[in-house]
C-alpha cells in the first residue's frame, strides 16, 4: 500500500517525494479519504479504489504543496525575526543598557523609558482588547443583566452570577441554531468574525490553521474531570453528543460503535494526559512550533449546541462566558509570540538564552553564577508571558487555597475603595509626565462615574478601554486565574459591591479616553515623529512607535465624543481608513493592524502605571516556578496575597523616577510621587477611621504618635498600598503580630486561629480572663464576607456587633476605648454599643496636640 501511495502522490505533484514527505504517506492518505468520504459519502462509495486512490493523492498533493509554501514562508519570518531580535540588542547595548535586561524588555513591559519596543506582553494584551471591542454583543449577552430578570435584581447588580440564558443563547447561534434571543445572533457573528480575524493574522504571521466548516466554538475540557472518568465512561458519555457523519472509514463507510469507541480512547487518553502519551521517550522535545498551534487533530464534532451545552455541564470547569473570552486571549498571546519572535518562538528564545549565556560567559567568566541565575529568571519570565505552567500536583489543594484567598479578599477588602484614592496621586503623575490636560482628565473621570451617561460609556469600551470589569480580572490583589467558582464570584461581588470595581474602571477609562484625546490632537498637529515635543517623543519612541505608524494615526480621522474631547484616535478609526490611502505605505490590513495594537498598547501601558495593574514583570519576581497543588507552591502564593500591589508600585513608579535623565527630574519626580500618595493615604486613613466610629488621627507632627500617623498614611497611600489596608486593619491591631501581618492574610488566619484556641485556653490555665466569647465573635466578622463594606460597617457595628460582644465578654468595649485612647490617642464620636452617635466626628483632632 505504502508504494502505490507514494507512486499516485508523486504522479499528483509531478515530482518525486523527499523522503521527509513520504514519511507517514499512508497516515496522509488515509486521512484525506476520510475527509473525502465525510464531505459527500454517497458518491465516494460509488468510486473504485483506485478513484478514491487517486482522488485521496491528489488532495495529499495539494496539502504537500501548500506545505511546502508554509515552510518557506516560516523560513523567511525566522530569519527576519532573528535579525530583527538581533538588531534590537545591538541598538539597546549601544546605549548602554544590558543584553539580557533588553531581552526581558521585548519580553514584558518596563516602565521606563529605555526599551524603544512594544513587549509581547503589551501586544498580546492590545490584541485580546482590539478584539474583545469588537464583539461586545458577544459579551453583553454574558454579562448579567437586570432588564433581562427584574426579579433577580441583587445577582445581576453585584455580578454573582453569569447570564446563562444569555450565553447558551449565543452558543446556540454559533451552532448555527435559532435562539428566539435578540442580540444573541449578532453577538455570534461578532465571536466567528473576531475569531475569523485573529486566525487569519496569526497564519499570516506563520501560522497554519485551517477553518473547520462546522466550527462553532472553542472546546474546553476538564483534564482532571476527563481523567477522574475514565476511558470507558468518558467515550461512553461523549458518544451520544457527536455527529456521527463526521466519522468515517477510509472507504466511506461510517465509523460503527466500536471503531467510534477505539478512537474515542486515543482522544481521552491525550485530554487525560495532556499529551504526555504522544512523548517519545528518550527523544529531545520542546513545546513545538508556536504556529502549529490550533492545529492539532480538532477531531470532537458536537451534533448540536444542546449536545455541546451537557459537554461543558459535565466535563467543562469554565463557564461558556470565560471559554470564549479565554479563546481570545490564547490566540491573541500566540499572535504576539509569533509576530516578535517568529513561527517557532520557544526554538528563538533558546538560540538567544544559549548565546547570550556564551557571549556574556565568555566575556566574564567570573560572574558565570550570577549570570546562570539571571537566565533562569529571564526564562521564568518567558515561560509566564507564553502562559507556559507546571501542571497543578493536586487538584483538591490547589482549590482549596483558591477558595481560601478568594474568601479572604471578599472579607477583608470591603473598604479597598477608600484605600485605592491614592490611585488619584499616581493617575495625576502619570498624566503630568505625558503632558495630558488633568482637568480635561478630571472631567472624563467625572462623566465616567455618571451611571447615567452609557452612551460615552460604550463609546470608551468600542474603543477597547476599561474593559477589565468584563475580563473580571483581580490581578491587582495577587490573586488571578479565578475561575467560575463560587468563592471567586463571592469576591467580585465584595469588590463590586464596595464601588472599588467602578471606581477603578472609572480611573481607567479617563485615563484612556484623556490619552487617546491627546494622541489624536497631537497626530494633526505635528506631521512626524520628530516634529513632537522631546519628552512626548521620548515616550512614544520607548514604546516602539513608528513613523510609519504614526503616519497611518495621522491618515485616520478621529472621533469627536463631545466639547472636551474632539479629536479620540481610536482603533476603529484606523480601521475605517481606506485601503487606497494606505497602498503607498504597504499592505493596508497589515498596517491598519499593527497601527491599531500600537495605539492600545501605548495607552494600555501608561494607564496600568496610573491606575497601578500589575504586569508579568512583577507576577515572574512573584510567581515563578511555583507550582500550584504543593504546599511549598500554595503558601508562597498565599504569601504574596495583597502584596501585588506594592511591588508594582516599587517596580513601576520607582523606577519610572529613576529613570529622568537629569538628577533634578528624578528627584522632582519621586518627590511629587511620596507627596501625593502620602497626603490621600492621609485622606483615605482619616476616612477609615470615622467611618469606624473614630474621631480623626492627630497629624500634628509635635503629637503623641503623629509621625507615627504620617508614617501609617505613607504605606496605605503609596509604598504599600492596598496592602495597607490589610496591615492595617482591626484583626492586624488587635489579633495578629507584625510578623503574622507581613508573612500574608493566610499565615496571619493560621495565626488569629491559633490564638483563639490555644492562646484562651493558656490565658484560662493562667487564671487570665480570657475574652474568648468576644474574640471568638471577633474573628468570625473580620472574615465574614462583606461584613467589612465600609459604607455598612459603622451601622453594623454598633447596633449589632458591639451589643454581641459585651454580652459574650462583660468590659470588652471598655476595653476597646482604653485601647483606643492609650495606644492611637483616639476617642469616639460613635460610642461603641450606643445604636445612635450624640455627636459629630471632631474634625478638631487632625490637628491636635
Known amino acids: 500500500m505504502k508504494s502505490e501511495c507514494i507512486e499516485a502522490v508523486s504522479l499528483a505533484v509531478g515530482r518525486s517525494l523527499t523522503n521527509e514527505e513520504i514519511k507517514g504517506i499512508e497516515t496522509r492518505i488515509n486521512r484525506n ?37 508554509k515552510r518557506r514562508q516560516r523560513v523567511a519570518l525566522t530569519i527576519a525575526a532573528h535579525d530583527r531580535v538581533s538588531r534590537f540588542l545591538d541598538d539597546r547595548m549601544a546605549t548602554g543598557v544590558d543584553a539580557i535586561d533588553a531581552f526581558s524588555r521585548m519580553l514584558a513591559f518596563h516602565a521606563d523609558t529605555k526599551g524603544n519596543t512594544m513587549s509581547v506582553e503589551t501586544t498580546a494584551k492590545a490584541i485580546e482588547r482590539d478584539a474583545l471591542r469588537q464583539m461586545l454583543e458577544t459579551l453583553e449577552q454574558g454579562a448579567a443583566r437586570l432588564k433581562d430578570d427584574p426579579s433577580n435584581w441583587a445577582k445581576h447588580f453585584f455580578g454573582l452570577l453569569e447570564n446563562k440564558e444569555g450565553t447558551q443563547a449565543v452558543v446556540r447561534e454559533l451552532f448555527g441554531e435559532e435562539s428566539g434571543v435578540a442580540g444573541a445572533r449578532e453577538g455570534a457573528k461578532q465571536f466567528h468574525q473576531v475569531a475569523a480575524a485573529l486566525r487569519e ?31 470507558e465512561q468518558w467515550a ?20 460503527n460503535s466500536q471503531e467510534l469507541m477505539e478512537f474515542l480512547g486515543f482522544a481521552w487518553e491525550s485530554i487525560a494526559t495532556d499529551g504526555v502519551n504522544k512523548l517519545n521517550p528518550g527523544q529531545f522535545r520542546g513545546a513545538g512550533m508556536r504556529a502549529n498551534r490550533g492545529n492539532q487533530a480538532r477531531q470532537i464534532h458536537f451534533k448540536d449546541a444542546e449536545s455541546y451545552l ?42 538567544w538564552k544559549d548565546k547570550l549565556r556564551q557571549d556574556l560567559t565568555l566575556a566574564n567568566p567570573d560572574k558565570a553564577g550570577k549570570l546562570q541565575q539571571r537566565l533562569i529568571s529571564l526564562e521564568n519570565l518567558y515561560d509566564l508571558v507564553t502562559g507556559k505552567h507546571q501542571p497543578v500536583a493536586n487538584e483538591h489543594l490547589a482549590k482549596t487555597f483558591d477558595t481560601l484567598r478568594n474568601w479572604l479578599v471578599a472579607s477583608r477588602l470591603g473598604g479597598a475603595v477608600i484605600t485605592s484614592l491614592s490611585d488619584e496621586g499616581t493617575m495625576h503623575l ?32 468600542r474603543a477597547g478601554l476599561a474593559m477589565n470589569t468584563y475580563i473580571a480580572s483581580l490581578n491587582r490583589f495577587g490573586q488571578e486565574g479565578l475561575g467560575a467558582s463560587f468563592s471567586s464570584k463571592m469576591a467580585q461581588t465584595v469588590l463590586r459591591a464596595s464601588g472599588l470595581n467602578a471606581l477603578t474602571e472609572a480611573r481607567r477609562r479617563a485615563f484612556g479616553v484623556t490619552m487617546m484625546s491627546s494622541i489624536g490632537q497631537l497626530s494633526r498637529d505635528a506631521r512626524t515623529l520628530g516634529e513632537l515635543d522631546p519628552g512626548d517623543y521620548r515616550i512614544l519612541l520607548s514604546k516602539g512607535i513608528t513613523d510609519t505608524d504614526w503616519e497611518v494615526w495621522r491618515r485616520a480621522t478621529p472621533e469627536s465624543w463631545n466639547a472636551g474631547n474632539p479629536n479620540v484616535l481610536t482603533p476603529g478609526a484606523i480601521y475605517r481608513i481606506p485601503d487606497d490611502s494606505l497602498t503607498d505605505l504597504g499592505d493596508p490590513a497589515v498596517l491598519r493592524e499593527n497601527a491599531a495594537t500600537r495605539l492600545l498598547g501605548a495607552v494600555l501601558e501608561e494607564s496600568d502605571v496610573a491606575v497601578i495593574e500589575p504586569g508579568a514583570k512583577e507576577r515572574a519576581m512573584m510567581m515563578a516556578n511555583i507550582q500550584r497543588g504543593t504546599w511549598k507552591g500554595e503558601l508562597a502564593r498565599s504569601f504574596f496575597l495583597f502584596k501585588s500591589f506594592p511591588i508594582s508600585m516599587i517596580e513601576r513608579h520607582w523606577m519610572r523616577g529613576m529613570d529622568s535623565p537629569t538628577a533634578g527630574g528624578r528627584a522632582r519626580y519621586l518627590a511629587m510621587l511620596i507627596a501625593s500618595t502620602t497626603l490621600l493615604g492621609v485622606v483615605s486613613m482619616q476616612i477609615k477611621e470615622v467611618v469606624k466610629g473614630r474621631d480623626p488621627l492627630s497629624m500634628n507632627p509635635e503629637a503623641d504618635g503623629g509621625m507615627r500617623n504620617w508614617m501609617r498614611a505613607m504605606l496605605m497611600g503609596g509604598s504599600l498600598g492596598l496592602y495597607g489596608d490589610f496591615v492595617f486593619s482591626e484583626s492586624t491591631q488587635y489579633g495578629n503580630t507584625p510578623i503574622g501581618a507581613m508573612m500574608g492574610p493566610v499565615v496571619g ?23 474568648a466569647g468576644a474574640e471568638a465573635l471577633r474573628f468570625v466578622k473580620g472574615n465574614l464576607p462583606g461584613a467589612n463594606l465600609w459604607y455598612t460597617k459603622a451601622a453594623f457595628d454598633h447596633m449589632i456587633y458591639h451589643e454581641l460582644q459585651e454580652f459574650l465578654s462583660p468590659g470588652y468595649l471598655a476595653q476597646m476605648r482604653r485601647r483606643a485612647a492609650r495606644e492611637f490617642k483616639q476617642s469616639y464620636w460613635w460610642e461603641p454599643g450606643e445604636t445612635l452617635p450624640d455627636r459629630a466626628p471632631d474634625l478638631s483632632r487632625v490637628v491636635a496636640e
Open 33 to 69: 479519504m476520510r475527509q473525502l468520504a465525510t464531505a459527500d459519502r454517497e458518491a465516494w462509495q460509488q468510486l473504485s479504489q483506485a478513484e478514491r486512490l487517486t482522488n485521496a493523492a491528489q488532495s495529499a498533493a495539494e496539502e504537500i504543496i501548500q506545505e511546502a509554501e
Open 201 to 231: 493574522r496569526f497564519n499570516r504571521a506563520g501560522g497554519d490553521v485551517g477553518q473547520l466548516e462546522d466550527w462553532g466554538m472553542p472546546h474546553h475540557h476538564s483534564r482532571a474531570k476527563v481523567a477522574k472518568a475514565g476511558r
Open 749 to 771: 488566619l493560621a495565626e488569629s486561629s491559633l490564638n483563639l484556641t490555644q492562646g484562651n485556653l493558656i490565658q484560662a490555665l493562667m487564671g487570665k480572663d480570657t475574652h
Open 236 to 255: 461512553g458519555d461523549v458518544m451520544p453528543y457527536l455527529n456521527r457523519s463526521k466519522y468515517t472509514n477510509p472507504d466511506g463507510t461510517p465509523m
Open 430 to 461: 502619570v498624566a503630568a509626565m505625558n503632558k495630558l490636560p488633568k482637568m480635561r482628565m478630571l472631567a472624563n473621570e467625572l462623566r465616567a462615574l455618571n451611571p447615567r451617561n452609557q452612551m460615552e460609556k460604550r463609546l470608551a469600551l
Open 310 to 351: 451537557q459537554y461543558q455541564a459535565k466535563y467543562g470547569e469554565r463557564t461558556l462566558y470565560e471559554v470564549m473570552v479565554g479563546h481570545i486571549s490564547s490566540v491573541a498571546k500566540d499572535v504576539a509570540l509569533v509576530e516578535a519572535l517568529g513561527p517557532n518562538p520557544d526554538h528563538q528564545f533558546r538560540l
